[in-house]
T-cell receptor, first 113, second 114 residues
Framework: AQSVTQPDIHITVSEGASLELRCNYS??????LFWYVQSPGQGLQLLLKYFSGDTLVQGIKGFEAEFKRSQSSFNLRKPSVHWSDAAEYFCAVGARGSYIPTFGRGTSLIVHP | DADVTQTPRNRITKTGKRIMLECSQT?????MYWYRQDPGLGLRLIYY???????NKGEISDGYSVSRQAQAKFSLSLESAIPNQTALYFC?????????????FGPGTRLLVL
C-alpha cells in the first residue's frame, strides 16, 4: 500500500518570498502524484499532477512540482508567494490501477505581508 | 454552476439523530467518494462507489452508510450521530477513463454533532 508524508504542519513565508512544500511518498513502483489546495471554507482544488514523462510538472496559479524518484519526493514550489496563496496544501499519492489516492495530513501555509 | 455540489453546507445536529449528507455531480463521472477531514489528520476515506451497483467501505466506515441513487448522486448517512463525527465532509468524483485517478471535490459539508 502507498503512503505519503508531509513533514511540515505549518510553513510561514513573507509575501514575495519563494516557497517549497515537502512531500515524501512510499510506493514500490512509479506512483501517480498530486497536489491539492484548500482555501479557507473551500473544497480541494487540484493544483497539478504527475503521471509519467517530464518530472517537472507545471500547475495552476504559478505552482510547479518536481518528481524525484531517488528521493521519493514530489515537492511543490512557487518562486514568489502572494497573500492569496495562504491555504492548506495536500499531497496525494495513487497506486496505478487502484483509483484511490492516499492523502497526506496537509501543510498549512501562512503568508505574512 | 459547480460540477460537484453538496447539501447542506453546514449542519448542526444532536447526538443520536440520523442525518443525511447529499452529493450531486454533473461531470458525468462514474466514481464517487466520501471523505472526512479532521484537523491534523488530512482526508480519510469513508466509502467509495465505482458505479451504481458497486459500494465499498473505506478506512473509517463504522457509523456511516451510503446510497448511490444514480450515477450522479451519492448520499452519506450517519445512522445515529455522535460528537466525534463532528468534521468536515467532502464528496469527490473521478473518471479513470479520462483523467486517471484525478479526483474532483465538492465544497464540503461542515457537521457539528452536539
Amino acid at each position: 500500500a502507498q503512503s505519503v508524508t508531509q513533514p511540515d504542519i505549518h510553513i510561514t513565508v513573507s509575501e514575495g518570498a519563494s516557497l517549497e512544500l515537502r512531500c515524501n511518498y512510499s510506493y514500490g513502483a512509479t506512483p501517480y502524484l498530486f497536489w491539492y489546495v484548500q482555501s479557507p471554507g473551500q473544497g480541494l482544488q487540484l493544483l497539478l499532477k504527475y503521471f509519467s514523462g517530464d518530472t517537472l510538472v507545471q500547475g495552476i496559479k504559478g505552482f510547479e512540482a518536481e518528481f524525484k524518484r531517488s528521493q521519493s519526493s514530489f515537492n511543490l514550489r512557487k518562486p514568489s508567494v502572494h497573500w492569496s496563496d495562504a491555504a492548506e496544501y495536500f499531497c496525494a499519492v495513487g497506486a496505478r490501477g487502484s483509483y484511490i489516492p492516499t492523502f497526506g495530513r496537509g501543510t498549512s501555509l501562512i503568508v505574512h505581508p | 454552476d459547480a460540477d460537484v455540489t453538496q447539501t447542506p453546507r453546514n449542519r448542526i445536529t444532536k447526538t443520536g439523530k440520523r442525518i443525511m449528507l447529499e452529493c450531486s455531480q454533473t461531470k458525468g463521472h462514474d466514481r464517487m467518494y466520501w471523505y472526512r477531514q479532521d484537523p491534523g489528520l488530512g482526508l480519510r476515506l469513508i466509502y467509495y462507489s465505482f458505479d451504481v451497483k458497486d459500494i465499498n467501505k473505506g478506512e473509517i466506515s463504522d457509523g456511516y452508510s451510503v446510497s448511490r441513487q444514480a450515477q450522479a448522486k451519492f448520499s452519506l448517512s450517519l445512522e445515529s450521530a455522535i460528537p466525534n463525527q463532528t468534521a468536515l465532509y467532502f464528496c469527490a468524483t473521478s473518471d479513470t477513463t479520462q483523467t486517471r485517478e484525478t479526483q474532483y471535490f465538492g465544497p464540503g459539508t461542515r457537521l457539528l454533532v452536539l
